[in-house]
């Protein structure tokens, strides 16, 4: 069975929820390929270094956008991206422009911790069917 691609972002406020998120989950995790923004793969890395994980772009390089054209491409089924409502951020329009694509594509898209873990849920199920 084909592995399902989950993609994680986290702005800076949010990167020690989401490498908590994903230590806390990593079993399930770890049955996705995985897919990150660069500072965000390189804090989950830290984290769990018995996780794999591709790193693309940071976001404000151009990250946001790589997983964009990637979903648009159909190479990503699931997206965690926990977002910081309360800070500026100089590629804005990127992270408006991967959250507009996602609701395009109809991907399943988390962007808090309460919203992904609800997500994580659902799937361990999913994961487990034969
Ligand atoms: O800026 C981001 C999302 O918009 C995240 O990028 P980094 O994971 O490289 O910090």
Redesign the pocket.
Known sequence: MKKLALAI????AK?DDMADFIAMHEHTIGQFSLF????????VMERCPNLSVTR??????G??QQIGAMIAEGRIDVLF?F?DPLSP?P??V??KA?MRVSLVYNIPMALNRATADRLIASFVTQISMP
Not at 56 to 61: E, I, V
């Open positions: 972002v986290a702005h800076d990167k990150a923004t660069g500072t965000t793969g390189a804090r693309l772009k940071s976001g404000p390089l990250g946001d991206f977002a951020h590629h804005d990127d992270v991967l």
